[in-house]
């Protein structure tokens, strides 16, 4: 470390970081290598230092107080799904860190588990939420009001057992703040103004852009793709930035490309988006064999730097989102 040390210039990979608007070592390290090599003119040298130096900037040696536990202890906390087959699959629930991608094809269910984690968000930390509201940017389609209004009654039924549904419930309508989003410039106003005004006086764990596609991918020209990669890179690191700083939940939705690869399709935006999110899951949906077969759903997921890539088939009811556990 102190060799290596020798050789990088810490001014000049300072100065690559605050071009690429990468703050704080949590940021760092929510970077594969590879997406760091990506930073302007930095060398493996220069990774492998700044990693070591991000993570012992966090990692303190020695004995900590139990206060100090609790406060580290919110960077890992998940949101419940409300489904124990899915969370466990999720290892949990989502990650309150980074940014999380959820893809799939049209009518796969993005948007209803979105939908489902505002309401599993309000819940308290003992039942899987965070105690917290949530926000939500729509960039596509108005917000499904009346969808959402159906689960304020059928979510909790689903998700509590009888001797518990009588309890007082979270006023779900009074924590969910929602935005509507034409284009990228309005992205840009939203997540670099109006959004941290509203997290520093109300609280909120969980964002949600629905979808990060519907701006990304129609307002940009050919020759508009390096104006577009720096719009998302801006827009992607403020998302990070709010994460980190109020340890808060983010979910991206994403349409879906079809593929020439193994996979039939992939997620849109391609590399430049790509490197910006720290888990992948993808939502799929498959047509019918027959008249008398149903739709075969399954969440994936595709990468997350602490889960194993898996799967787990669901089904979409009046109550939401929920997996199918597998027979023995």
Known sequence: ???????????????????????GPDAILQLSDYGLLRVGSLGPVEINWLSNNAAASLLKPGFITALEFEKQEDNWRR?????????????GGFP???????????????????LQLC?????PISQGGLDAGAVYICTEDSFPAKRLQQLF???????????????????FGDNIFIEHVADAAGMRQCVLGRLPKLLSHHSVKLIVVDSIAGVFRSC?????????????RTVGGQLHKMASQYKLCVICVNQVTA???????????????SNLVTSRIQMHRSEPDGADSASQRSLEIIFAPDLQPTSVSYTISEAGVFGLAKLN
Request: proline letters at 5%; one cysteine or more.
């Open 259 to 273: 593929s020439d690869g193994p996979q039939r399709s992939v997620p849109a935006l391609g590399l430049a988006w």
């Open 96 to 114: 309150v860190r980074g940014i999380t991608e959820l893809s799939g094809e049209s009518s796969c269910g993005k948007t209803q588990l979105c």
């Open 1 to 23: 470390m102190a060799r290596s040390s020798k050789l990088v210039n810490s001014e000049t990979v300072q100065h690559e970081l605050d071009k690429a608007e990468i703050k």
């Open 220 to 232: 940009y020209e050919n020759n508009e793709m390096k104006h577009r990669a720096e719009d998302m």
């Open 119 to 123: 309401l599993s968000v309000q819940y």
């Open 153 to 171: 009654t059928t979510y909790p039924q689903q998700r509590m057992s009888p001797s518990h549904i009588k309890e007082d419930l979270p006023k």
């Open 79 to 91: 949101v419940s799904t409300g489904c124990h087959v899915i969370d466990k699959v999720l290892g």
